[in-house]
């Protein structure tokens, strides 16, 4: 028995030993097939954006071509998340134009980038952004691990679509408990100042990880709707530069989400019904509201100032017979999102601001302006005509483009800028800023009546009433006076036996060719005219009538006088019989048209119509004389005196004495 159990262990141990042996060639074999996996580089297109790929470091592979104008790069060696990737890498010399494997990495936004020009490309200056990134080498370093392929960020924006009611809101679990679906209901009256009521503790790493519907952000990205805290601080553990003590930490398991604008279904009382206002008849304005749609407010500051539209929308009083609002959303390009014919009353309107979602992008408020002058004030969209045009422009620090162009060409039309500067630029960032000084480039007038700056996103409520006070002050919105609606314009004509029947009817319709280009009622332009050869008569004055077509037919029916031509005193004549009876309001404009020299002196009555403020167009045609007509004319005269050889041309200086008369007018001070 003894030896059998011996044989045993020995036939164990044996089999053991071969086992043994067996694995280790085994292990041998294996170790010579395992080889390290090959890193495949993505691959991006020169258009690709960082702040597009959620990656916070990434290993990629740029074409040949970038360096091209169209590919913009904004900053010097620490580029904004909204540079084209390959573009930056080729400005800070780590590529040239054949492309090439790059290293990139996030880090935090910077409180402004300065454009500078390098290898071939220009890079643009930008205000503050909340995200950036550098590039290096494309040497992948040891022991780091590269996603072989990116994960972009979605182009739409994870708020509710517009129409959802309610949504169910998976609170983060939490150790030991099982999270429950909670029904939260939308609403509009969260405000900023509400939610900063109360600080509340962050959750905690792990509850985060367990969030299901929270989606992961790059490094220095804002919290969207749903996110439960606020981003305070960047990836490097620093405040962030757009970073506010007016942000609290707005979460703990089972609290109201105040900042994301949802309140518990019950909590909600049954709305009632009111009638509807016909607006508010002592603040009769056409209101558009341009407002920054840009990435570098983050989500928590657009639903702020979406907040304040409906805060203004209600205190105006929205209706046909008062103001009517629209509203233009600007990134890199605008959009209107609804027009002044709209909604005709405040509680539509609040409705269709609270659906308002962000664009995203740059602060283009330079080509809003330029968008809302060519296409917002029209016929078709609202615009009432007698109502004061007024546009009101909220920025967030300052414009990436220049708005003095746009502006000019916005006043000249009769729109009232006024201009919103939130959390403006600080004396450090001032050299980042596109244009300096530019919301004096833009108001109608630098008279502090139409700037508004606030310190802060947080303190916006507080420039509603201040802000709605002005704009319905409609006495006092200057810009609604243009070359074309604010003058009293008396034409004397010379009568005289040299011009001739045919030629006075020339005369007529060159004069009517004139009135038609103005705005013409009692309250805008008014036209009065006079007949003159030796004696002088009142063919209709300023008060006679106050519609474009009965001013016309009042043109026609003039009947030619003959006789001689005393040019002096039909000048004093009309300062007495026409101009005394102008509007102290209004520019006095005087269009004096001759065919020859006078036979009295035209020096003395032209002084005087110069110091009475009127001012004056002389027109010669045919055998007029050159050196009275720039005696008459206001100076300087090359500007306000015009020849004509013959009557028959005479249609073709409509353009150029309008002209004139706008640009004299736009020349006024804007103090």
């Not at 805060?311 to 103001?323: E, K, S, Y």
Request: charged fraction near 20%; aromatic fraction near 8%.
């Amino acid at each position: 028995m003894g030896i059998v159990v011996l044989t045993m262990k020995a036939s164990v141990i044996e089999m053991f030993l071969v086992l043994l042996v067996t694995g280790i060639h085994s292990n041998k074999d294996t170790t010579k097939k395992i080889k390290r996996p090959k890193f495949n580089v993505p691959q991006i297109n020169c258009d690709v954006k960082a702040g597009k790929i959620i990656n916070p470091e990434f290993v990629v592979k740029c074409p040949a071509g970038c360096q091209d104008p169209k590919y913009h790069v904004y900053g010097t060696d620490i580029y904004a998340s909204y540079s084209s990737v390959c573009g930056a890498a080729i400005h800070s010399g780590v590529l040239d134009n054949s492309g090439g494997k790059i290293l990139v990495r996030k880090v935090a936004g910077q409180s402004g980038y300065k454009g500078s020009y390098s290898n071939g490309i220009q890079s643009l200056s930008l205000p503050r952004w909340r995200e950036s990134f550098i590039v290096s080498e494309g040497k992948p370093q040891k022991d780091v691990t590269y996603p072989s392929a990116l994960t972009y960020s979605s182009s739409k924006s994870p708020t509710a679509k517009t129409g959802e009611a309610t949504k169910a809101y998976q609170k983060p679990s939490v150790p030991g408990t099982t999270a429950q679906p909670v029904t939260l209901v939308q609403v509009t009256g969260a405000t900023a100042s509400e939610a900063s009521h109360t600080s509340l503790p962050k959750p905690s790493p792990s509850a985060v990880s367990t969030t299901s519907n929270l989606r992961s952000q790059p490094m220095g990205y804002r919290s969207w709707e749903l996110d439960l805290w606020s981003t305070s601080s960047d990836a490097s553990g620093q405040n962030s530069p757009r970073a506010n003590a007016g942000e609290m930490d707005l979460w703990k398991p089972g609290s109201v989400l105040l900042d994301a604008g949802f309140v518990p279904k019950e909590e909600l009382s049954t709305q009632s019904l009111e009638p509807v206002s016909q607006g508010d008849p002592n603040c009769k304005i056409d209101l558009s509201f341009l407002i920054d749609g840009s990435s570098s407010i983050g989500k928590r500051r657009f639903r702020i100032q979406k907040q304040f539209l409906a805060d203004v929308a209600q205190t105006l009083d929205i209706g046909p017979a008062g103001p009517l609002m629209g509203v233009v959303q600007y990134g890199d390009n605008p959009a209107a999102q609804f027009n002044l014919r709209t909604h005709m009353n405040s509680r539509d309107l609040k409705t269709a601001i609270e659906k308002i979602t962000q664009r995203g992008g740059l602060s283009n408020a330079g080509r809003a302006i330029s968008y809302v002058t060519k296409n917002f004030f029209s016929k078709a969209n609202g615009n009432r005509g007698g109502a004061p045009n007024v546009a009101v422009v909220i920025v967030d620090g300052w414009p990436t483009d220049k708005v003095e162009e746009a502006s000019r060409f916005a006043r000249e039309s009769g729109i009232n800028i006024f201009f919103i500067t939130i959390e403006g630029a600080t004396e450090n960032e001032k050299q980042y800023v596109t244009e300096p000084n530019f919301s004096n480039k833009a108001v109608c007038r630098t008279n502090g009546f139409y700037s508004l700056n606030v310190q802060s996103w947080f303190s916006l409520h507080k420039t509603v009433q201040p802000l709605v006070k002005r704009v319905c002050d409609t006495d006092r919105l200057a810009c609604s006076k243009t070359c074309l609606n604010s003058a009293d314009i008396g034409f004397v004509i010379d009568g005289s036996s040299s011009v001739g029947t045919g030629n006075f009817r020339t005369v007529l319709q060159f004069v009517a060719n004139l009135s038609k280009e103005f705005e013409i009622s009692d309250i805008d332009t008014r036209i009065g005219a006079v007949q003159y050869t030796y004696e002088q008569r009142l063919e209709f004055g300023f008060e006679d009538y106050n519609t474009k077509s009965d001013i016309l037919n009042a043109i026609k029916r003039v009947g030619y006088w003959s006789g001689g031509t005393s040019t002096g005193a039909a000048i004093n004549y009309a300062l007495e019989q026409l101009f005394k009876k102008s509007k102290p309001n209004k520019r006095k404009l005087m269009i004096l048209i001759t065919d020859g020299r006078s036979y009295d002196d035209v020096r003395i009555p032209a002084m005087v119509a110069h110091h009475k403020g009127v001012i004056t167009y002389a027109i010669g045609v045919a055998w007029a004389a050159q050196d009275e007509l720039e005696v008459i004319a206001t100076h300087p005269a090359n500007d306000h005196s015009f020849f004509v050889d013959e009557f028959d041309h005479l249609y073709k200086f409509v353009p150029k004495v309008i002209q004139s008369i706008c640009t004299e007018f736009n020349s006024q001070p804007r103090n």
